[in-house]
C-alpha cells in the first residue's frame, strides 16, 4: 500500500510503498479516506518536533484521520462503518492514564502519538488501530472527518476552561481567539456557532484582502490586526474578553493574555514554543491574576470522550464556514499540493481513497 | 467605644473613641470578642494599601473578626450566638456578585472590604452587620475565631483549584507552600490535617532554630529554605508538586511556580506585589504550561460559603498547631503588642472583650 512518510528535518514528505497492516487481537484494520494537515505535520517535516517509531528512519505522517472499517476482526465495530482514530497511544505497555481513559493527562514519555512521535501516522491507505481508539462518525460528516481531531482538541480546552471557573457563576459573553489558523479559525466557529459566545474576536497579523479575515467576519466575529492593537490594548479598543484561546505558540501572547481577560475570566494556552527569554512585568501580571481571580491553563490532545463532542460539534459547523475553511482536498497522485504553505491556503487535506 | 484606626500612612493605629452603632433594619449589633492581625493590617498601617470610607481620615482596621450578637435586632440570629462577620460589602447598592452570593468575585470598585477599603474594619468594641454577611461558630471555637477569615482565603484557593483539575481525575499527592507567613502555616495545616496530602513542603527564607520552622516540621512537613533550593529547583532536590499555593506576594514565585508544578498541577496565587519587571524564559513556561496540561489561577478573598467551611475547618485543626500558630492575645490596653513584628511572632489577636 502507498503512505506520505518523512526523514524527519528532510524538509518534505514522500511517498512510500509500505506493506498492509496486519491488525492484531483487539484491533481493527481500517481503510483511509482522508487525512488533514496541521501545524504539527509541517513542523514534524522541518525536524523540529516528533520522531519515528524506534529503529526507523522515516514517520509515516497523519493525526488527522476519517476511514472506513475494512476488517473489525472481532471487536464491537461494524465492517463499513465510518471512524475517526485518536492520536495518543500506549507506549510499551499501558499506563495509569491510558488505563483510566486519560491518555491526554499522560506527561513526557508515558505515550506515543501516531503521526508524531514514536508511532506511525494515518497516512497510509489502511492502518490499524484497537478498536477503544476509533470513535464512530456518521456517514455524511465522513468526508470532513478529518477535523474531528482538530476540533476535539478545542472541546478539551474549553472543557478545562469551564471547570477551572465552576466554582461560581460565569457566563462567557465574549471571547477571544489569538491566532488566524485552521485552529483559530475552527475554534472561533465553536465559539460563534455552537458555545454560542455573545461577543467573538480573531486576532492574526495579515493584511486584507485575506481569505481568513473573511472567514471571520463571514462568522459574525471581528478581525483584529495584531500589528494595529496589541494584545494588551484589546480591552481598551475592543473589550477584555471572558475566555482567551491561544493558538500562536507566540510565548508572549501567553503572558499578554492576562490583560485581554474580563475579571473572572479564564485563558487557554495551546501553543508550543521554543525557549525564549524576555521580560514581564511580572509584579504586575501576578497582582492582576489574583485581584481579578484570573486563570492561566495549558492543555495538549484530547480523548476519546473529546473526540465524541467533536463530531456531535462537526454536525453543527455552517456548510458554508467548512467549505471556506477547506481550501483543498488532494488525491495521493498530486499529495505534495496539500502540503504547500500559502495565503490562500487555509485547510488541507490528502484523499486516498472513496467511500 | 474604644477603637483601633488608622491614619493610612501613619505607621501605626491608635485607639480612638467612638459611638457605638446602631444597627439598621436587616443587621446585627455584635459584641466583638477578638480580632485577628494579619499582613493586609500592616500594609494598611504603612499605606501600601486600603483607604478610609469616603470622606474620613482614619480608617478603623480589622477584618478577623469573632463575636457575640448583642442584639439580633429582628434578624434570624440569636442574642448571644457567636459568629464570624465576612470582609466584603455591597460598595454603593448591590451588584450582581454580591446578588448571587459571590463578592469574592466581584471586581475592583464592586465592593468595600472591612477595615481594608472604604469600609470600617471590626476593631472595636461593637460593630454592626447584615445579618446574612454573619456566620455562627460554635462557642468552644470562639477564642480562635479569627481564624476563620484566613482559614476561608484558603478554603476558596482550593475550591478553585480542585474545581480546575475536575475534568480529569485528580488526587494530589504533593503540595507546596510558599511562604510561612500565617497565611502559609494555616494553608500548610490545612493540607497536612484536613486535606490528608501524602507530602507537604513549605518554603521560607528563615534560619534555623526558628519557631515556624519548627511548626512546619512538627505538623510532618518538610521545610524548604529558599535561599538554599530556589523554587525551581524544588522538583529536583525534593519533588515536583501537584499542587502549589503562593502565598509571598513575590512576583518571581508566580512564575517559578510553573516549574515546581507537576504534569497536570495547578498552582493557586494569593499574593499582592506591586509592580516589577523581570525576564522569564516566557517561551519555555509556556511550553511547559501546554505539554504539561498546568493551571495557575489567581485567588482572592472568600464568601460566606467558605467561612462557613472555615469554622468546620477550624475544629479540625491539631490544638498543638493552633498553639504554637498563635503567638500573642492582647486586651485593649496593650493592643499596640498585637501589631509588633520580629522573629518569635507569628499570629496575634486583640482581645475586645470576654464571652
Known sequence: MKAIAVEPGAGEPVLVEKPRPEPSSGEA???TLYVGVDGTDHEVIAGHHGQPP???DRLVLGHEAVGIVEDSNGTDLEEGEFVVPTVRREPNGANE???RGEPDMAPDGQYAERGIVGAHGFMAEYFTSPAEYLVPIPERLAPLGFLVEPISITEKAVEHAVASRSAFEWEPESALVLGNGSLGLITLAM???VLDIDRTYCLGRRDRPHPTIDLI??????????RETPVPEIPAVHESADLVYEATGYAKHAFETVDALAPNGVGVLLGVPEPWEFDVDGGRLHRELVLHNKALLGTVNSHRGHFESAVDTLSQLPESFTDDLVTGVYGLEEFEAAFETGDDIIKTAVEFGSA
Chains 1, 2 share one sequence.
Open 97 to 99: 492514564y491510558f488505563e
Open 29 to 31: 484494520l481500517v481503510r
Open 191 to 193: 465559539f460563534e456557532t
Open 217 to 226: 467576519e463571514d462568522l459574525g466575529s471581528t478581525y483584529v490586526d495584531s
Open 54 to 56: 524506534d529503529g526507523e
